[in-house]
């Protein structure tokens, strides 16, 4: 059974910083894209970034791209996302996602990926 658990929400300063993982268990993560997606209060669960399963190309929405960055460690079946200059729109429930082994496609749609995490709450204060 694959599951993936994200951790690392919190409350945080305008400008302040915070680190998401998500772990994976139940299979590797070797060979799978992955990303990570918003959800706030009566919106729409939104794209925020994607990994290949290279590691090597990084995808970011418009909205995040400078200030958050999106990395893996497939040896601990982990993969990070690192936010920094925080701002108020950025409160929301962050989720990881895995896409199907091998996609080369970067996937901006909730509805490409395979599995998800129960997400992580990130709330910005002024």
């Known amino acids: 059974q694959v599951q993936l658990v994200e951790s690392g929400g919190g409350l945080v300063q305008a400008g302040g910083s915070l680190r998401l993982s998500c772990a994976t268990s139940?299979?590797?993560?070797?060979?799978?894209?992955m990303a990570w997606f918003r959800q706030a209060p009566g919106k729409e669960r939104e794209f925020v970034s994607h990994?290949?399963?290279?590691?090597?190309?990084?995808y970011y929405a418009d909205s995040v791209k400078g200030r958050f960055t999106i990395s893996r460690d497939n040896a601990k079946n982990t993969v990070y996302l690192q936010m920094n200059s925080l701002k108020l729109e950025d409160t929301a429930n962050y989720y990881c996602?895995?896409?199907?082994?091998?996609?080369?496609?970067?996937?901006?749609?909730?509805?490409?990926?395979?599995?998800w995490g129960q997400g992580t709450q990130v709330t910005v204060s002024s």
């Open positions: 996602a895995s896409d199907r082994r091998f996609s080369q496609s970067v996937n901006v749609v909730p509805t490409a990926y395979e599995y």
């Open positions: 139940g299979r590797t993560i070797f060979g799978y894209p």
């Open positions: 990994i290949a399963w290279r590691g090597g190309n990084t």
